[in-house]
């Protein structure tokens, strides 16, 4: 509470239902001012509901929003100083790139030269500078986005909504366009808030995470403890982790089914479920044996990744095995082979019990 | 297999091409494009190039004493037209070519106008419903105009509510009725063409990307910024043909208004009907068609070139809306 001054956003108890589908169950969501927000999880989880509740283009059912400590649940979108990049962008077709720029401050009737001022100074922001003229047919994917980027934060809006951004641009121009949205967010100070079902874009983009599943928050957290401490195996899950393997107290010691593991952050519970992030896990020539947290593997396939191998390691040496393999990301270990017999440790530290509370 | 032979150098032989997936010649598309073609454009070209010509010709006959037609050149119907008689200048017919204008276009506009909250309705309905909402559009079409036209005398008689509300406030007389006069030619002339309109505009409204709209309200868009630049841009392919369809044929409109409008309101389509019929002077009728084609067409001129350049005026925020 001691920070409530720094709230930009508050949404407390929305609910949402369409027919008789829950859409959103009680979600409670706070964002600092600067900061960015995103709002991860599959398709169909509710968040671009709760974003256009956020936004004034849908009406929640139950719950408040706060802007800035103002309530403004019941305000129309054109009331709310917030403005919205679209997931298609939504960039008027017939209007050119000021003029589609230009839209909220003219309709906020601002002065001609003030409008002409802000949307250039706004446009050699977002380097579109020169581009006025063209209109939205005439653009790529990416300078649309810029475009309605710039259409959004031409109008400073208290806090700026992004809905699946990167969703209509190729995968190799993401990573470019999420260092450039990170930097404008960073020289603006802008508090964002943005909804993606891509993980990675959640990873370069946040500082802090909501991970939704049916219509609730089921994490919260900053980025980084979100992706390191997943609480339970969905958000382990859709975050990527494919190494969760079931484990009961022995004692000092988890018993797993690669053996006993010494595990550094001590679970809550006697019986739950453990995850190792594929970069964290030891591959050696011999395991040591009689010692906690090593084991000996065999090598079902290796690929190549690009700077690295993908190893995909199974205690039992059968090919046609059901065993759900472990997946290990290594660096530098080329000379591994398929069917080869190798060395596993996975080091205490980096053994993440899940809580297990809501979805296992 | 389709690769097989040398390929064929142009100008040597048949060339071959490969369309829509079949391996064919040029020949045999022009051939095959004329026969599908063929025959729609003799329709077109005996019932309505040719008769049209000689509508155009027949403007410059004159009537006989016995309501024959009397082949002989002379300018006589176009004078006739522009007000010349035989009993000097009056401005008669040019009126009613006015008034068939303007009946039109205010049938237009009102169409235009009802017809985007109705297609707005209906393309918000989930898409069962929709259905529903199209087939009570259509229903009318299935009723003959004449029809429809005696269903409003009925309405509008001095019997029915309408004419007795309007006679307790003394809009009109005690026992009269709210036929005939523009009320009446109006609501006939729109119930007729409404679906006319709203059936091309809806299939544009259909297709509306929704989120031009949102994004024009959550930038402080007032209602009329949004329809403006984001809906009537969207929707501008349908409210064209709608406005086509219903303008041309209201025009020539003449069973409407003979029922519901009374003399008062003759417009173009009764009086060529008139020549046609009554009077039996096919040369004058004759000019008056081609008279309304001309206007009509002409109509249609000024609407595209006011459309482009409207285009143009839209490109720009100050230049839109200022």
């Given at each position: 509470m001691t920070d409530q001054i720094n709230v930009a956003l508050l949404c407390s108890g929305i609910s949402k239902t369409f027919g008789n589908h829950r859409a959103l169950i009680d979600v409670d969501l706070s964002v600092r001012k600067g900061e960015v927000l995103t709002i991860l999880g599959p398709s169909g989880c509710g968040k671009t509901t709760l974003l256009r509740i956020i936004a004034g283009l849908e009406l929640a059912d139950a719950g408040q929003v706060f802007l800035n400590d103002e309530d403004i649940t019941r305000y129309p979108a054109s009331r709310r100083p917030i403005n919205t990049v679209f997931q298609s962008y939504a960039l008027f077709p017939h209007l050119?790139?000021?003029?589609?720029?230009?839209?909220?401050?003219?309709?906020?009737?601002?002065?001609k030269s003030k409008i002409?001022?802000?949307?250039?100074?706004?446009?050699?922001?977002?380097?579109?500078?020169?581009?006025?003229?063209?209109?939205?047919?005439?653009?790529?994917?990416?300078?649309?986005?810029?475009?309605?980027l710039a259409r959004a934060l031409v109008n400073e809006p208290k806090l700026l909504l992004l809905d699946e951004p990167m969703s209509a641009l190729d995968a190799h121009l993401r990573t470019k366009v999420q260092d450039e949205l990170r930097a404008l967010q960073k020289e603006l100070g802008t508090t964002f808030v943005l909804v993606t079902h891509d993980q990675n874009e959640a990873k370069r983009l946040s500082n802090h995470l909501a991970v939704m599943n049916e219509g609730q928050i089921i994490q919260f957290g900053t980025t980084e403890k979100v992706f390191t401490k997943p609480d339970n195996k969905f958000v382990a899950e859709f975050l990527g982790a494919t190494n969760l393997f079931e484990a009961?107290?022995?004692?000092?010691?988890?018993?797993t089914r690669y053996g006993p593991m010494d595990v550094t952050d001590k679970p809550v519970w006697d019986e739950g479920?453990?995850?190792?992030?594929?970069?964290?896990?030891?591959?050696?020539?011999?395991?040591?044996?009689?010692?906690?947290?090593?084991?000996?593997?065999?090598?079902?396939?290796?690929?190549?990744?690009?700077?690295?191998?993908?190893?995909?390691?199974?205690?039992?040496?059968?090919?046609?095995s059901l065993e759900k393999p472990i997946l290990v990301k290594a660096r530098n270990s080329?000379?591994?082979?398929?069917?080869?017999?190798?060395?596993?440790?996975?080091?205490?530290?980096?053994l993440v019990p899940l809580e297990n509370r809501a979805q296992n | 297999m389709g690769h097989d032979g040398a390929p064929k150098i142009p100008g040597q032989g048949p060339r071959t091409v490969v369309w829509l997936g079949e391996l064919t010649t040029y020949w045999r598309l022009r051939l095959r494009s004329l026969a599908m073609a063929g025959p729609p454009l003799l329709w077109l070209t005996l019932l309505l190039a040719v008769p049209c010509l000689l509508l155009g010709c027949l403007a410059f006959a004159s009537r006989g004493q016995y309501g024959e037609i009397v082949f002989q050149a002379t300018a006589v119907?176009?004078?006739?037209?522009?007000?010349?008689?035989?009993?000097?200048?009056?401005?008669?017919?040019?009126?009613?070519?006015?008034?068939?204008?303007?009946?039109?276009?205010?049938?237009?506009?009102?169409?235009?106008?009802?017809?985007?909250?109705?297609?707005?309705?209906?393309a918000t309905r989930p898409p069962k419903k929709r259905v529903y909402w199209l087939i009570l559009l259509i229903i009318p079409f299935w009723t003959n105009v004449v029809i429809r036209a005696y269903a409003w005398l009925l309405i509008l008689g001095p019997q029915m509510p309408p004419a007795k509300i309007a006679a307790v406030l003394g809009l009109i007389g005690d026992g009269a009725s709210l036929y005939?006069?523009?009320?009446?030619?109006?609501?006939?002339?729109?119930?007729?063409?409404?679906?006319?309109?709203?059936?091309?505009?809806?299939?544009?409204?259909?297709?509306i990307n929704w989120e031009i709209l949102e994004a024009a309200k959550d930038l402080y868009g007032s209602r009329y910024m949004i329809f403006m630049q984001a809906v009537l841009p969207q929707t501008k392919p349908g409210l064209y043909v709608g406005i086509i369809v219903t303008f041309v044929p209201s025009m020539a409109m003449f069973v409407v208004t003979d029922i519901l409008g009374g003399a008062k309101?003759?417009?173009?389509?009764?009086?060529?009907?008139?020549?046609?019929?009554?009077?039996?002077?096919?040369?004058?009728?004759?000019?008056?068609?081609?008279?309304?084609?001309?206007?009509?067409?002409?109509?249609?001129?000024?609407?595209?070139?006011?459309?482009?350049?409207?285009?143009?005026?839209?490109?720009s925020i100050f230049g839109g809306f200022d």
């Open positions: 050119d790139v000021f003029s589609n720029v230009a839209f909220g401050l003219q309709a906020k009737k601002t002065a002409t001022q802000k949307v250039g100074d706004i446009l050699s922001l977002v380097r579109m500078d020169g581009l006025e003229k063209r209109f939205p047919h005439q653009l790529s994917g990416g300078q649309k986005q810029r475009v309605a009961s107290r022995d004692g000092a010691l988890y018993r479920k453990i995850l190792i992030w594929p970069e964290r896990i030891e591959i050696h020539e011999k395991a040591k044996t009689g010692e906690p947290n090593w084991f000996s593997c065999y090598v079902r396939d290796r690929v190549f990744n690009g700077d690295g191998l993908d190893l995909l390691l199974v205690k039992d040496a059968g090919n046609d080329f000379d591994i082979q398929s069917g080869q017999e190798v060395g596993v440790y996975f080091p205490p530290d980096y | 119907n176009l004078k006739r037209l522009i007000g010349y008689t035989t009993f000097g200048w009056s401005p008669a017919f040019l009126y009613i070519m006015a008034r068939s204008l303007w009946v039109a276009l205010v049938t237009t506009v009102l169409c235009v106008a009802l017809a985007y909250p109705l297609t707005f309705h209906i005939p006069g523009p009320l009446a030619v109006y609501l006939g002339m729109v119930s007729t063409f409404l679906p006319f309109m709203a059936l091309p505009l809806y299939a544009s409204v259909e297709r309101t003759m417009l173009i389509g009764n009086l060529i009907q008139q020549q046609f019929a009554q009077a039996r002077d096919w040369p004058f009728g004759a000019a008056l068609s081609a008279a309304l084609m001309l206007l009509t067409l002409m109509s249609l001129a000024v609407f595209r070139w006011r459309r482009r350049d409207g285009n143009g005026g839209g490109s």
